[in-house]
Nanobody
């Protein structure tokens, strides 16, 4: 029913920037809370940033002051602007949607297939 497609990943040097995009294939996009998650090799999936219907934000401590999440309801798209990237940011980044403002990965309703981000020295 709901499909999420991520784009914008790639390889950059430390200190560079990337902007990820996630398009949701539903006209009710504005009713969903949206989140960006990442999973590095050998580690569990973790929340990077989230935004609910009213615009309230949540960020992981590791990305505060460097990453920014935003949504465009007219385009059914959520973005993740990533600045001052570090090697430890390297991971597969996933877009996720849910009706409730609950950020634990196991309670999310829908997931994209992910986009790879690699940051080198």
């Amino acid at each position: 029913q709901v499909e999420l497609v991520e784009s914008g990943g790639g390889s950059v040097q430390a200190g560079g920037s990337l902007r990820l995009s996630c398009v949701v294939s539903r006209n009710i996009f504005s009713r969903y809370t949206m989140g960006w998650y990442r999973q590095a090799t050998g580690k569990q999936r973790e929340l990077v940033a989230g935004i609910n219907r009213s615009g309230s934000l949540i960020y992981a401590t590791a990305v505060t002051d460097r990453f920014t999440i935003a949504r465009d309801n007219a385009k059914s798209t959520v973005y993740l602007q990533m600045n001052s990237l570090k090697p430890e940011d390297s991971a597969i980044y996933y877009c996720s949607a849910a009706l409730a403002a609950r950020w634990d990965p196991e309670y999310r309703d829908y997931w994209g297939q992910g986009t790879q981000v690699t940051v080198s020295l």
